[in-house]
């Protein structure tokens, strides 16, 4: 069965600190995917990034960054010089590879708050 | 505004009372999801289509719930004989087989 957990429920910091989420994921897939969604207060989910399984480079959006490491089963979302606009929850998610529903499994979320 | 609409935003009901909610995906895209996302929780399956054809419900997915794309393009999940348990938010997401969901704005529901 495939799961995501997100152990961090709320995180707290001042605005232009660095924070980073946490995601560990299980599944028995060898081909599967990973995203990051974030949904602020409106409650629309809005996507940030996909990572397909056999691409475990880190990538880097601006300040936005993402660890993919198979060995762990994790795939941690850093944010860099964090801004209040960045307060909203993510959620880490999983779908199996190709010709699957690619049905998303998510995590619980983490709610994050950057205080001026 | 080409991205998911969902249709009301909002709806306040009465147990036992019908609802039913509209969701128009990308026009592009042939899938079609549906999620239901507690308060505190994560967003969790509940069906998809692929064009017209509904291909997975999910065991959440009770008798008193029904969902169809008759023409493979909108979308209606309609919930009845509510319950207060139903109160969530129903999210819609749509996408090209292989590429990313993307998320409509969600139906809250609340039911009293």
């Known amino acids: 069965a495939q799961k995501v957990t997100q152990a961090q429920t709320e995180i707290s910091v001042v605005e232009k600190e660095d924070v980073t989420l946490d995601c560990v994921y299980e599944t028995r897939d060898t081909t599967y995917y990973l995203f990051w969604y974030k949904q602020p207060p409106s409650g629309e989910l809005v996507f940030l990034i996909r990572r397909n399984s056999f691409d475990e480079q880190n990538e880097i959006s601006g300040r936005y960054s993402w660890n993919f490491q198979k060995s762990t089963s994790s795939f941690n979302f850093t944010i860099t010089a964090s801004q209040v606009v960045d307060s909203a929850v993510y959620f880490c998610a999983l779908s199996k590879g190709v010709d699957s529903s690619y049905k998303l499994i998510f995590g619980s979320g983490t709610r994050l708050l950057v205080r001026p | 505004d080409t991205g998911v609409s969902q249709d009301p935003r909002h709806k306040i009901t009465k147990r036992g009372q019908n609802v039913t909610f509209r969701c128009d995906p990308i026009?592009?895209?042939?899938?079609l999801y549906w999620y239901r996302q507690t308060l505190g929780q994560g967003p969790e399956f509940l069906t998809y289509?692929?064009?017209?054809?509904?291909?997975?419900k999910s065991r959440l997915l009770s008798d008193r719930f029904s969902a169809e794309r008759p023409k493979g393009s909108f979308s209606t999940l309609e919930i009845q004989r509510t319950e207060q348990g139903d109160s969530a938010m129903y999210l819609c997401a749509s996408m090209v087989p292989g590429e990313t969901q993307y998320f409509g704005p969600g139906t809250r529901l609340l039911v009293l």
């Open positions: 289509f692929q064009n017209e054809a509904q291909l997975e």
């Open positions: 026009s592009e895209h042939n899938r």
